[in-house]
């Protein structure tokens, strides 16, 4: 079970532990006194809510559904919540406490804005459930103190979030920056073991035939042309390195595992639920072809993030006897794929043509579906030929 579904598990127990004490809280006297006539209609609200929790936790937990559902979620927690502030007192119930809930949420999974809505919206729930119906100077005091502290509550609640958010980006950075320092010290080794040895050797060779121009210009002449083969080796090394010029976490970690890390990232930094699903048995993806699926999917997640306004993206890896397809979905606002390339990747910054020469450059096909309101969708899938295979197993 990965994070997302156990932080899902864990708030809808706890719902159903909030139930199970309004039924017990509806036994004290006070409360009794407070609801009246009201009482049936207390527990019809106590069992639409236990209703609504048995179909969310099935749609969310069985058919894994998520998204802009959260809104129909939200939408049924505030109505409930209202509607039991309004039969148990109004401006006296302890209820209006549960306004904090979806307050508390939304800052903690780090959406300043969302929680700033949030907040607002509790804010005029509770006025309206707990205006009282002979609105003395004391209940209006005592709804104007509710509404104070729902709103002050709100402005801590988004300043965490906005706290939390550049902490998590601030540390995300740090890592990146720390597997780059990492990969170049890596990297430099290798070129002072390697590319500087051959030019070294070959600047000591041309020195000498330098020197024996004058006494020997046959040995010279053959000294210099003999430096074609290590001209060659120096070429050689270099193409190496160059190819090696690849995310220095898919070389460790491995494809699959590394783009699961990052999707944890991207959900960790996000707070956008980006799970990964594989159909089929993964095989060994050669170097080229993995970078350059890492690559498209970091793209991709970056537009659905900082463009499409998405709630929901999924990331699908299959694995089939034709080849290897990797498809990242969103729900976000979409747009025309019908627009030019160039207008695309200047206003809009999505990159589309970066994309396309990856797929490109390892013989693979990139396939965009997109539509105003109708969300994104990139696939992109390579051939699986035999130099496609990495001879080495499976990480």
């Known amino acids: 079970m990965n994070t997302q579904r156990v932080r899902a598990a864990a708030f809808l127990i706890l719902y159903g532990a909030v139930l199970l004490f309004a039924v017990a809280w509806a036994q004290f006297a006070y409360v009794r006194e407070r609801i009246g006539p009201h009482l049936t209609l207390f527990y019809v609200l106590l069992g639409f809510a236990a209703l609504h929790l048995s179909l969310r936790t099935y749609l969310v937990l069985v058919k894994q559904v998520s998204g802009r559902w959260d809104d129909v979620w939200l939408a049924v927690d505030l109505l409930i919540i209202t509607a039991a502030v309004h039969l148990t007192g109004r401006v006296r119930s302890e209820a209006a406490l549960l306004y904090f809930w979806p307050i508390v949420t939304a800052s903690v999974q780090r959406r300043p804005r969302t929680t700033l809505a949030i907040g607002l919206i509790c804010a005029a729930a509770y006025a309206v459930a707990a205006w009282p119906e002979d609105r003395t100077p004391k209940h209006l005091g005592m709804l104007l103190t509710g509404s104070f502290i729902i709103l002050l509550a709100t402005f801590l609640a988004t300043m965490y979030a906005l706290t939390e958010m550049g902490r998590v980006a601030e540390l995300t950075r740090l890592r990146e920056q720390v597997a780059l320092a990492e990969y170049r010290t890596r990297l430099s080794q290798e070129m002072h073991d390697g590319i500087q040895h051959y030019l070294v050797n070959i600047a000591t060779r041309l020195e000498l035939a330098n020197h024996l121009l004058d ?26 390195l160059v190819r090696r010029l690849r995310s220095p976490v898919v070389e460790q970690r491995g494809f699959i595992q590394a783009l699961k890390d990052h999707l944890a990232l991207f959900s960790e930094r996000s707070s956008l639920s980006a799970p990964l699903e ?13 970078q350059a699926a890492f690559r498209i999917v970091q793209e991709a997640l970056t537009n659905a993030e900082k463009h499409a306004q998405a709630t929901d993206v999924r990331v699908r890896l299959r694995f089939g006897p034709d080849g290897m397809e990797c498809a990242i979905a969103d729900n976000g606002v979409g747009f025309d794929p019908a627009e030019a390339p160039e207008e695309r990747d200047t206003d809009g910054g999505f990159g589309l043509s970066s994309m396309a020469g990856r797929a490109e450059s390892v013989g693979a096909r990139l396939q965009l579906e997109s539509a105003p309101g109708q ?18 197993p499976h990480r």
């Open 215 to 240: 006494s020997d210009p046959l040995r010279a002449a053959r000294m210099a042309v003999a430096q074609r083969l290590i001209v060659r080796q120096a070429a050689d090394e270099l193409r190496y």
């Open 375 to 392: 969300g994104t969708k990139v696939t992109f899938f390579v051939p699986l030929r035999g130099d496609d295979c990495d001879p080495t």
């Open 278 to 290: 594989i159909e089929g048995e993964p095989v060994p993806l050669s170097p080229d072809v993995e």
